[in-house]
């Protein structure tokens, strides 16, 4: 069955470079939300789009901007990298507003250096 | 939203049963439970979701008492490969939120 594809899967930049990240949802998913994980801590909930538009604001750096495109894909733009950036970028899916079962890509990982 | 509370971590053993307790004391009449499992570098993997009582899938049950002001994951006869952080979380049934909060460390040991 597809999942959640993510590209890339590994990604290294300097500090204060820019950085986009992809996201694909499973065919037919409409919502797609998209989440920070550091080393040993929760996943941290960024930004979800239903439909195109955004449905829902958590703790993006205003150094970060999204977009979900007319296909349903979703792109993270990072500017201004800081070493504190590097983790583990998840996005998921899910179909329709407000459901709970979401389905997760394998995660990119942005080393800031 | 509602917050929850879980249990840092657990320890068991290969076999037995592993039960879960998330506390969600002020949780809305339109909130769900649902269970997450995540595994190193992993994206978390949905496990189950229930509003009452009781709901049982073939990877796990989830207990909600009346008050549903807690829940209790119940994974039976866990295997080595079930050693993962569980997170439980409540939902609005509208919003595209879903927050993960302090997660529970399973370590099943042999």
């Known amino acids: 069955a597809a999942g959640v594809i993510q590209s890339p899967r590994h990604l290294i930049k300097e500090k204060r470079e820019t950085a986009t990240l992809k996201c694909y949802p499973i065919?037919?998913?409409?919502?797609v939300y998209w989440y920070q994980q550091g080393p040993g801590q929760d996943p941290q909930f960024l930004i979800s789009f239903y439909e195109k538009m955004q449905s829902d604001k958590g703790s993006i750096p205003d150094r970060f901007s999204a977009q979900q495109f007319s296909d349903y894909h979703s792109e993270l733009n990072m500017s201004s990298l800081e070493l504190g950036d590097s983790a583990l970028y998840f996005c998921a899916s899910s179909l329709g507003a407000g459901d709970p079962e979401a389905f997760f890509g394998q995660g990119t990982r942005l080393t800031v250096v | 939203l509602a917050k929850t509370t879980q249990p840092i971590s657990m320890d068991s053993y290969e076999g037995q049963e592993v039960n879960i307790t998330c506390s969600h004391n002020n949780i809305a009449t339109n909130d769900y439970i649902t269970w997450y499992q995540q595994f190193p570098s992993q994206g978390p993997r949905f496990i189950i979701q229930g509003y009452k009582t009781k709901v049982t899938n073939e990877v796990a049950s989830l207990f909600i008492p009346a008050d549903r002001k807690s829940s209790t994951l119940s994974l039976p006869r866990v295997s080595l490969s079930d050693t993962a952080v569980y997170y439980c979380l409540v939902g609005e049934a509208a919003g595209n939120k879903l927050t993960f909060g302090g997660g529970t460390r399973v370590l099943v040991k042999p």
């Open positions: 065919p037919r998913h409409d919502t």
